[in-house]
C-alpha cells in the first residue's frame, strides 16, 4: 500500500475524529475536525503522528484504506474539497 491509499485519523477517546492526514498528488494536507483543509510537509505530518504512536499524546490513530474508484484517483482529493464533491466532507475553506 502507498501513503497516498490511506487516511491517518486521530481520534479522541470516545471515537470523535480531531484530525486527519491525507495524501493527494500535491502532498500531504491536514483536514481539521471543523473542516479547515492545510497543507502540510511530511515532516509536519509525523510531528503529528509520532507522540500519539509513541503514547505521549492520549490521541489514538487509526489508519483506513482508501477505495480507489474505477478512474484510480483518490476519491478525497484537494479539487473534490474545494468543490464540494467529497461526499462526507466539510467544503474547502481558506
Same mark, same amino acid.
Given at each position: 500500500? #502507498?501513503? =497516498?491509499?490511506?487516511?491517518? !485519523? /486521530?481520534? =479522541? =477517546?470516545?471515537? !470523535?475524529?480531531?484530525?486527519? /492526514?491525507?495524501? $493527494? &498528488? !500535491?502532498?500531504? /494536507?491536514?483536514?481539521?475536525? !471543523?473542516?479547515?483543509? #492545510? #497543507?502540510?510537509? *511530511? +515532516?509536519?505530518?509525523?510531528?503529528?503522528?509520532? @507522540?500519539?504512536? *509513541?503514547?505521549?499524546? &492520549?490521541?489514538?490513530? &487509526? %489508519?483506513?484504506?482508501?477505495?480507489?474508484?474505477?478512474?484510480? +484517483?483518490? @476519491?478525497?482529493?484537494? $479539487?473534490?474539497?474545494?468543490?464540494? =464533491?467529497? @461526499?462526507?466532507?466539510? @467544503?474547502? %475553506? $481558506?
Amino acid at each position: 500500500m #502507498r501513503n =497516498n491509499e490511506c487516511i491517518i !485519523k /486521530f481520534l =479522541n =477517546n470516545d471515537g !470523535k475524529v480531531l484530525q486527519t /492526514f491525507q495524501r $493527494d &498528488r !500535491k502532498g500531504w /494536507f491536514q483536514i481539521s475536525s !471543523k473542516g479547515i483543509v #492545510r #497543507r502540510c510537509t *511530511a +515532516e509536519q505530518t509525523l510531528s503529528h503522528l509520532l @507522540p500519539a504512536l *509513541a503514547g505521549v499524546s &492520549r490521541a489514538i490513530v &487509526r %489508519v483506513e484504506r482508501i477505495e480507489r474508484e474505477r478512474t484510480g +484517483e483518490i @476519491p478525497h482529493g484537494e $479539487d473534490d474539497l474545494q468543490s464540494g =464533491n467529497c @461526499p462526507g466532507c466539510e @467544503p474547502y %475553506v $481558506d
